[in-house]
């Protein structure tokens, strides 16, 4: 019986006299589980998803068979190498598979239920490899641990994947990076993978990543397919901060999506309060939105917590508390101090003008006119101005007035961004729709060379009736005028029956690769699509070009570089 090697995915021998299996191609040890002889396909499955770092759909196969049988110890096991998201490379100096962590957490995988379950039910020799491989385990993810408390803490993750794949950046990636930079200019540390893991190696990827998931008040999810959301690391990366979520975290999740529909989101975010970010002035909602999300969940880790807040102070001690706190950006602190001052006086205006300045990350009240948001709609704005007298109702309306007309020439600005990037789209869309149409025009044409070949097997077909009959006369004559005819009337019929032939194969040719037929493709990859010869694909092209299939041509460094006439024949479709 054949199972599916664990760690490389080649094909393991095993029999019923042992419960490990060395594997054949990297000598990596697997341990049979119990199911492996009636449930092989799907054990096969869980380890086939698991080695492609499909870790929750693999977690759902091992489950299924754990409720089959919650003796299976090998399904105890692929649970905890799912939740660690353990993957096996090739070590390059000594050629081993080892394992490596995309999922790291501070619990201990020693003191996991499933580990235990599966040491309790694994006869010895099976027990002796998961033991093993367990204390390498834990040690790597001590050490992602110890790395990832020296990393840089976030405020802010961008979820998102960065490329497609033919290996071009994804307009999810573009789309990402304008958020980066606007939350980046109010103050927020975001992780942008683009940016945040440039000059980091592979494997130094994941202690970033945890530290950022752990640090990280919101996650902003986005895509413009729903495949992208399902990419494998898009959805590692989500998976395990909704996870931290459900375990309390005070956290914030928000999926945005562009050209699709909310209903096609992954179930697990169909719950939550998605964005379109086709609408205009996304980005400026969005990042308002994380103001005021974020700002209710942060810890106190910017605070000075040294100094606590007084019980029975003074509204006038606390205010001047509270705008020395705006004026370090501590605003976290600030709005605590101001809630205290509104809770021994509810109508105090200076107190919604600090909260006003909060929600606007201003350290200065002067900064409130160089806000980019409609200040004017805040409830803490209308308050202060309800409550307020006099030269600070004054400096109000000049703030919003000012902040108004900003945000009416951002607005401007990116409708005006929108419409250039709309334009450029349908620039695109137009050319690669020239070029379909341009090769189209191509197809029809080159000649298929059917007539050719039709009318000489057809003429040869005739011309040997008449020499057969002729020879068959058996007089002297009618033998020399059989052979003039096989001269002077054959050879013309099998070049023609040639000439249709070498026709039809290059049409066949175009027919296979005319989709990659575009200016600047190069030879070896129509060769390769079309599953020939690259002398006879190259041999093709310069006839094309040397009867006028193309307005403008060249062969250079096996590439071919051409403009198509879009209108008129050059050629007919049946010659």
Same mark, same amino acid.
């Given at each position: 019986?054949?199972?599916?090697?664990?760690?490389?995915?080649?094909?393991?021998?095993?029999?019923?006299?042992?419960?490990?299996?060395?594997?054949?191609?990297?000598?990596?040890?697997?341990?049979?589980?119990?199911?492996?002889?009636?449930?092989?396909? @799907?054990? #096969?499955?869980?380890?086939? =998803?698991?080695?492609?770092? %499909?870790?929750?759909?693999?977690?759902?196969?091992?489950?299924?068979?754990?409720?089959?049988? #919650?003796?299976?110890?090998?399904?105890?096991?692929? @649970?905890?190498?799912?939740?660690?998201?353990?993957?096996?490379?090739?070590?390059?100096?000594?050629?081993?598979?080892?394992?490596?962590?995309?999922?790291?957490?501070?619990d201990s995988i020693l003191g996991e239920s499933d580990y235990r379950a599966a040491l309790e039910y694994a006869p010895g020799d099976v027990r002796m490899v998961?033991?093993?491989?367990?204390?390498?385990?834990?040690? +790597?993810?001590?050490?992602?641990?110890?790395?990832?408390?020296? %990393?840089?803490?976030?405020?802010?993750?961008?979820?998102?994947?960065?490329?497609?794949?033919?290996?071009?950046?994804?307009?999810?990636?573009?789309?990402?990076?304008?958020? /980066?930079?606007?939350?980046?200019?109010?103050?927020?540390?975001?992780?942008f993978a683009r940016k945040t893991l440039e000059h980091a190696l592979g494997s130094e990827y994941e202690p970033i990543i945890y530290a950022a998931l752990q640090?990280?008040?919101?996650?902003?999810?986005?895509?413009?397919?729903?495949?992208?959301?399902?990419?494998?690391?898009?959805?590692?990366?989500?998976?395990?901060?909704?996870?931290?979520?459900?375990?309390?975290?005070?956290?914030?999740?928000?999926?945005?999506?562009?050209?699709?529909?909310?209903?096609? @989101?992954?179930?697990?975010?169909?719950? *939550?309060?998605?964005?379109?970010?086709?609408?205009?002035?996304?980005?400026?909602?969005?990042?308002?939105?994380?103001?005021?999300?974020?700002?209710?969940?942060?810890?106190?880790?910017?605070?000075?917590?040294?100094?606590?807040?007084?019980?029975?102070? !003074?509204?006038?001690?606390?205010?001047?508390?509270?705008?020395?706190? @705006?004026?370090?950006?501590?605003?976290?602190?600030?709005? /605590?101090? *101001?809630?205290?001052?509104?809770?021994?006086?509810?109508?105090?205006?200076?107190?919604?003008?600090?909260?006003?300045?909060?929600?606007? #990350?201003?350290?200065?009240?002067?900064?409130?006119?160089?806000? %980019?948001?409609?200040? #004017?709609?805040?409830?803490?704005?209308?308050?202060?101005?309800?409550?307020?007298? !006099?030269?600070l109702v004054e400096r109000l309306e000049q703030y919003a007035g000012a902040a108004l007309e900003r945000v009416q020439t951002m607005e401007q600005s990116r409708?005006?961004?929108?419409?250039?990037?709309?334009? /450029?789209?349908?620039? /695109?869309?137009?050319?690669?729709?020239? &070029?379909?149409?341009?090769?189209?025009?191509?197809?029809?044409?080159?000649?298929?060379?059917?007539?050719?070949?039709?009318?000489?097997?057809? =003429?040869?077909? =005739?011309?040997? +009736?008449?020499?057969?009959?002729?020879?068959?006369? !058996?007089?002297?004559?009618?033998?020399? !005028?059989?052979?003039?005819?096989? &001269?002077?009337?054959? =050879?013309?019929?099998?070049?023609?029956?040639?000439?249709?032939?070498?026709?039809?194969? %290059?049409?066949?040719?175009?027919?296979?690769?005319?989709?990659?037929?575009?200016?600047?493709?190069?030879?070896?990859?129509?060769?390769?699509?079309?599953?020939?010869?690259?002398?006879?694909?190259?041999?093709?092209?310069?006839?094309?070009?040397?009867?006028?299939?193309?307005?403008?041509?060249?062969?250079?460094?096996?590439?071919?570089?051409?403009?198509?006439?879009?209108?008129?024949?050059?050629?007919?479709?049946?010659?």
């Open positions: 019986m054949l199972l599916e090697c664990k760690q490389c995915g080649g094909q393991v021998p095993y029999g019923e006299e042992g419960n490990v299996a060395i594997c054949p191609y990297c000598g990596a040890q697997n341990t049979v589980g119990k199911s492996a002889a009636e449930m092989g396909g @799907l054990v #096969n499955r869980a380890n086939y =998803l698991r080695r492609n770092n %499909e870790f929750d759909k693999a977690a759902a196969v091992y489950e299924d068979l754990l409720r089959l049988d #919650n003796t299976d110890y090998e399904a105890h096991w692929g @649970l905890i190498l799912c939740k660690y998201g353990i993957e096996y490379v090739e070590d390059p100096a000594s050629g081993e598979k080892k394992p490596t962590c995309h999922r790291a957490s501070p998961y033991e093993r491989e367990a204390v390498q385990i834990d040690a +790597i993810l001590k050490n992602i641990i110890a790395l990832s408390n020296c %990393e840089q803490k976030y405020d802010v993750f961008l979820c998102y994947k960065e490329l497609d794949e033919a290996g071009e950046r994804t307009p999810d990636s573009v789309i990402a990076q304008e958020l /980066e930079f606007e939350l980046t200019r109010r103050g927020y540390q975001v992780f640090s990280a008040r919101a996650m902003v999810v986005l895509g413009t397919k729903p495949a992208h959301f399902n990419a494998v690391w898009v959805r590692n990366e989500w998976g395990r901060y909704r996870e931290l979520i459900r375990k309390g975290a005070k956290k914030i999740l928000i999926p945005a999506y562009r050209g699709m529909s909310p209903y096609d @989101l992954p179930i697990e975010l169909s719950n *939550l309060q998605a964005l379109d970010m086709s609408k205009l002035g996304f980005v400026q909602d969005l990042c308002d939105g994380i103001d005021r999300m974020t700002r209710s969940v942060k810890t106190m880790e910017r605070a000075d917590d040294a100094s606590p807040i007084p019980q029975n102070g !003074g509204v006038e001690a606390l205010l001047k508390r509270s705008f020395l706190f @705006l004026e370090e950006g501590n605003f976290s602190k600030a709005e /605590e101090y *101001l809630e205290r001052v509104l809770d021994i006086s509810p109508e105090e205006p200076r107190a919604y003008l600090g909260k006003l300045m909060v929600e606007s #990350n201003a350290k200065k009240e002067e900064d409130l006119a160089n806000t %980019e948001r409609r200040i #004017n709609l805040s409830s803490n704005f209308i308050n202060a101005k309800k409550f307020g007298t !006099g030269s409708l005006q961004s929108e419409r250039r990037r709309e334009a /450029e789209q349908e620039q /695109e869309t137009q050319k690669q729709r020239k &070029i379909q149409s341009s090769i189209e025009a191509l197809q029809r044409r080159i000649p298929s060379g059917n007539a050719a070949f039709g009318f000489g097997l057809t =003429l040869v077909f =005739l011309l040997y +009736i008449l020499v057969m009959v002729m020879i068959s006369k !058996g007089s002297r004559d009618s033998s020399q !005028g059989a052979f003039v005819i096989l &001269i002077f009337g054959l =050879l013309p019929g099998f070049l023609l029956v040639n000439t249709g032939s070498i026709r039809r194969q %290059e049409r066949k040719f175009l027919e296979k690769y005319h989709k990659s037929l575009a200016p600047g493709v190069a030879i070896s990859e129509l060769a390769r699509v079309a599953n020939a010869p690259p002398r006879k694909v190259q041999k093709s092209l310069e006839k094309w070009i040397q009867k006028g299939y193309f307005e403008y041509a060249v062969l250079s460094d096996g590439k071919l570089l051409f403009e198509i006439p879009e209108s008129g024949e050059t050629g007919g479709a049946n010659h």
